[in-house]
């Protein structure tokens, strides 16, 4: 199982990189053979970046009601648990990012981002297979 960090989703959403849209859809598209996990966290941060590029409400409510047919896990106390390890060992600054990690080793063995600056760091702290891009 492929876990997308939410700037993938974004990417694969709104077209402002159109290298990085197509490689988005593709790689989310590919990954349908192995299967692929989406968080609620994710979506909550698709929503608040598409909320700040002005995506039209119903455009939102539209993104919003397709996600959630890809059946999103939740977050517990556990996996806010293992983030706060893990921020502790990089710095607070970026605790979704640790979050998404903790989540993505409950449910996957791989995780995609364009975030090099943040999962770099988380890389040495977690056997999940972290992919740059």
């Known amino acids: 199982m492929v876990y997308f960090d939410s700037d993938v989703w974004i990417n694969s959403i709104v077209r402002q990189n ?7 859809n593709r790689l989310i598209r590919e990954s349908g ?4 996990v989406i968080s ?4 909550q941060e698709i ?3 598409l909320g700040k590029l002005k995506v039209e409400p119903g455009e939102i409510a539209e993104v919003l009601n397709d996600l959630l047919l890809l ?3 939740s977050h517990q106390g556990k996996q806010l648990k293992r983030a ?3 921020a502790d060992r990089i710095g607070y600054r970026h605790i979704n990012d640790c979050l998404h990690t903790a989540i993505a080793e409950e449910h996957s063995n ?5 975030n090099k600056k943040d999962f770099q760091k988380l890389q040495a702290e977690t056997s999940l297979e972290i992919i740059i891009l």
């Open 40 to 43: 609620l966290l994710n979506i």
């Open 84 to 86: 706060g390890i893990l």
């Open 110 to 114: 791989t995780l995609i981002t364009y």
């Open 71 to 73: 059946e999103p896990k």
């Open 33 to 36: 053979k192995q299967g692929y």
């Open 47 to 49: 929503l608040f970046v």
């Open 18 to 24: 159109e290298t990085r849209h197509k490689q988005s």
